[in-house]
């Protein structure tokens, strides 16, 4: 397992932009597969984004629901990935967390065994 650190969260109007930043200790990340997810209130933990090696290159996927707003990247020099908010809607309210996995790629939160703390995001419309 890898320890990870999630910031960037906060309070945010709708429209507006956020970074989360996910630092890992104990692991470099360039080989794991990286997860943004998040957790609303009263709801379960969601698949937002994911980014996974292959080919010499890496991938990304995202949520229908964030598609075309939300961009996740990766810095292995920095072990750190993040994930660029923008166009932020009301919906968007969740804490978000951070997770890794060694292995396949997966959208599945289940499978992930290394999680951060969460970072909280709130959406004023």
């Known amino acids: 397992q890898v320890r990870l650190v999630e910031s960037g969260g906060g309070l945010v109007q709708a429209g507006g932009s956020l970074r989360l930043s996910c630092t890992a200790s104990g692991r470099t990340l360039s080989s794991y597969v990286m997860g943004w997810f998040r957790q609303a209130p009263g709801k379960g933990r969601e698949f937002v984004a994911i980014?996974?090696?292959?080919?010499?290159?890496?991938?990304?996927s995202y949520a229908d629901a964030v598609k075309g707003r939300f961009t996740m990247s990766r810095d292995n020099a920095e072990n750190t990935v993040y994930l660029q908010m923008n166009v932020l809607k009301p919906e968007d309210t969740a804490v978000y967390y951070c997770a890794g996995k060694r292995g396949s790629w997966s959208h599945q939160v289940a499978v992930y065994d290394s999680w951060g703390q969460g970072t909280q995001v709130t959406v004023s419309s």
């Open positions: 980014s996974w090696s292959g080919d010499n290159t890496y991938y990304t």
